[in-house]
């Protein structure tokens, strides 16, 4: 072979190769450039997909803390009217039972509604409604509540006449009191106390009522404070109005089971008798009567 021709060859091999080699090196950059392009789009979609899951997160855990707290006050509303529900339903029964009678609204009771019990014994005209805290709420008129000790039992009585009725009440009159030594129990109340035979008894009148607190001096006992705080109570609770007289009887010395914080007033010719344990919680149910 000349020497042209093989130098002519020669460079189109030359050529060849380097055109291949190009065409190398454009593929592998578009090829470069494709899988960098994927790695970001999957990058996005990666960041996307996490945001999505954590708004979906943020959503689920909202709910599910407002069906909580919604729950929870659901619970609370549920705890806060027990109390109220449990006497009206007992009145609600009492009346099915005795028709159209005056019932005490409020149990007068801090604690323990929720174990509230009621039985009663009678008719319309003349009945016991007696009210306890058991160890366990009971139905109406069970007679597992005969072995608990009542903290109020109030009682209804029915006389043939009006005067008749009015002789029941333990009715102190102004002329009684007049001439013995007075105490001011503060709101313009006047209380007279007489003494005598180791006993001691605080009276004044409000209205129709009169009010008598006994004390025993033997025991040292002073019925002022418990007088000032009954003044002070029907500052606020406004006993039924009797037709003629009535009267509360209440008692510094108290013992477990005693009744002895006595409400009783006329009207027309029944007689109503609340007797408690504690003279607030006689003077609130005896002012809720409806």
């Avoid at 790695?39 to 979906?56: D, F, I, L, N, V």
């Avoid at 689920?60 to 549920?78: E, G, H, L, P, R």
């Avoid at 006047?190 to 004390?215: F, P």
């Avoid at 509360?248 to 013992?255: C, E, F, M, W």
Wanted: aromatic share 6%; glycine share 6%.
């Amino acid at each position: 072979m000349k020497k042209g021709k093989k130098s002519s060859l020669l460079l189109i091999l030359l050529l060849a190769s380097l055109l291949t080699a190009c065409g190398n090196q454009k593929q592998a950059a578009s090829s470069s450039k494709k899988v960098t392009s994927e790695q970001t789009s999957a990058g996005k979609r990666s960041k996307t997909s996490q945001k999505s899951s954590s708004k979906q997160s943020s959503i689920v855990t909202a709910s599910t803390s407002q069906k909580t707290s919604s729950a929870s006050k659901s619970s609370s509303s549920s705890n806060n009217n027990v109390n109220t529900t449990r006497l009206s339903t007992f009145n609600q029964q009492l009346h099915n039972a005795l028709g159209d009678v005056l019932l005490p609204t409020v149990d007068g009771l801090g604690t323990g509604s929720d174990k509230l019990n009621v039985r009663y014994e009678g008719n319309q005209a003349n009945y016991t409604i007696s009210y306890s805290v058991g160890r366990v709420a009971r139905q109406f008129n069970d007679t597992a509540i005969s072995t608990e000790i009542p903290y109020v039992q109030l009682k209804k009585t029915s006389y043939g006449t009006l005067n008749d009725a009015s002789a029941q009440v333990a009715y102190v009159s102004q002329t009684d009191l007049n001439g013995l030594p007075t105490i001011d129990l503060g709101h313009n109340m006047i209380g007279y106390e007489d003494a005598g035979a180791g006993q001691r008894y605080l009276s004044w009148h409000e209205g129709k009522w009169s009010l008598t607190v006994h004390a025993t001096a033997v025991n040292q006992q002073d019925p002022q404070p418990l007088a000032v705080q009954i003044v002070n109570l029907l500052e606020s609770y406004r006993l039924p109005a009797p037709t003629q007289y009535g009267a509360i009887k209440a008692d510094v010395g108290n013992s477990y089971g005693s009744r002895n914080q006595v409400i009783t007033w006329q009207q027309n010719n029944v007689v109503y008798q609340l007797s408690a344990h504690d003279i607030t919680t006689a003077v609130k149910m005896a002012a809720s009567m409806k």
